[in-house]
Nanobody, 122 residues
Framework: QVQLVESGGGSVHPGGSLRLSCAAS????????MGWYRQTPGKQRELVATKLNGGTTHYGDSVKGRFTISRDNAKSTVYLQMNSLKPGDTAVYYC????????????????WGRGTQVTVSS
């Protein structure tokens, strides 16, 4: 099991910046990816950014060039630096960690934090 705790959400004006953090604990050796998703009422959860252990990163199209994901493996923490925020970025942001148990059999798990609210408005 992996536990995830997010911090850093809040309210900001358009054009502002926020930095989210997510600390993992528990079976952290099983983690192969950490990242962020976001969700607004009535919509599906969407990818914001994810970073694999080997360094490969993926960003959602709407945040490319504005958001940066980073990981501190020593602290088992993932960060999301959000710049040039827009009202459309308003959502609950969820930390996600992908875990694997090589068994056999091989099993893959998805762990989620409780979410942190980000509100962008004037």
């Amino acid at each position: 099991q992996v536990q995830l705790v997010e911090s850093g959400g809040g309210s900001v004006h358009p054009g502002g910046s926020l930095r989210l953090s997510c600390a993992a604990s528990g079976s952290i050796s099983s983690i192969y990816s950490m990242g962020w998703y976001r969700q607004t009422p009535g919509k599906q959860r969407e990818l914001v950014a994810t970073k694999l252990n080997g360094g490969t990163t993926h960003y959602g199209d709407s945040v490319k060039g504005r958001f940066t994901i980073s990981r501190d493996n020593a602290k088992s923490t993932v960060y999301l630096q959000m710049n040039s925020l827009k009202p459309g970025d308003t959502a609950v942001y969820y930390c996600d960690a992908g875990g694997v148990d090589y068994g056999p059999p091989l099993e893959v798990y998805d762990y989620w934090g409780r979410g942190t609210q980000v509100t962008v408005s004037s």
